[in-house]
């Protein structure tokens, strides 16, 4: 069965430190990737995905996410927080050739950013 | 384009009681899709409906049921309710299913019912 693995739960950092969060995801075939982010008291919003092409995907608010197909990793970056990246971010998969909606959500990081 | 609407935002029910929530889909978005989101569980699929029918189903009790009318809204009805269904519902819209090429299709959140039980 598919899974999403987030291994950080929750991350601390200091504003202007660079950011990594890790998602691996356990699937043999075709995917597409997500990162979903959800600030305090807001709904879910898409950050960035991945389907086909460049493995380098560069999403909204300076983030960017690799494939890495060899690693089954799909990993957000951004070289230098804000303090208004508190949030919770969500890696997401589906399979290609399931429906959109079959998507499996990992277990989320909470991301505290201090001022 | 308006987003992804649902409502109420707020419920308070007891136990036994049941609840119908509602969601409005992006415009053009055929596709609904219905989550339940809990601190224990994370983010889990409950079902899909596109062109009123249900087209795929996750792991819950038959407790739980929706439906989808011709303008593209859905409901989502939970019957007999327990504790463990206090939780944020989510809706999501999609502008349409897979097709034999693979599904390249995004899906776009609404505010969530938060969902009490008593």
């Known amino acids: 069965a598919q899974s999403v693995s987030q291994h950080n739960h929750h991350v601390i950092l200091s504003e202007a430190a660079s950011l990594e969060l890790g998602c691996n995801y356990s699937?043999?075939?075709?995917?597409?990737l997500f990162w979903y982010v959800q600030y305090p008291g807001q709904h879910l919003q898409l950050l960035l995905k991945y389907f086909s092409g460049d493995p380098l995907v560069k999403g909204i608010k300076g983030f960017e996410a690799e494939f890495i197909k060899s690693k089954f990793s799909f990993n957000l970056r951004k070289p230098s927080v804000q303090w208004s990246d508190t949030a919770e971010y969500f890696c997401a998969v589906n399979e290609r050739y399931s429906s959109a909606s079959k998507i499996i959500f990992g277990s989320g990081t909470r991301l505290s950013i201090r001022p | 384009k308006a987003g992804v609407t649902q409502t109420p935002r707020y419920l308070i029910k007891t136990r036994g009681q049941q609840v119908t929530l509602s969601c409005s889909p992006i415009s053009g978005h055929r596709s609904v899709s219905w989550y339940q989101q809990t601190p224990g569980q994370g983010l889990q699929f409950l079902f899909e409906?596109?062109?009123?029918?249900?087209?795929n189903k996750g792991n819950f009790p038959g407790r739980f049921s929706g439906r989808q009318f011709s303008n593209s809204r859905s409901e989502m009805n939970v019957s007999t309710l327990e504790l463990g269904d206090s939780a944020l519902y989510l809706c999501?819209?999609?502008?349409?299913?897979?097709?034999?090429?693979?599904?390249?299709?995004?899906?776009?959140f609404g505010p969530g019912t938060r969902l009490t039980v008593l």
């Open positions: 699937y043999g075939g075709t995917v597409n």
């Open positions: 999501a819209s999609s502008s349409r299913t897979s097709g034999r090429t693979g599904s390249t299709d995004t899906q776009y």
């Open positions: 409906y596109f062109s009123e029918t249900q087209r």
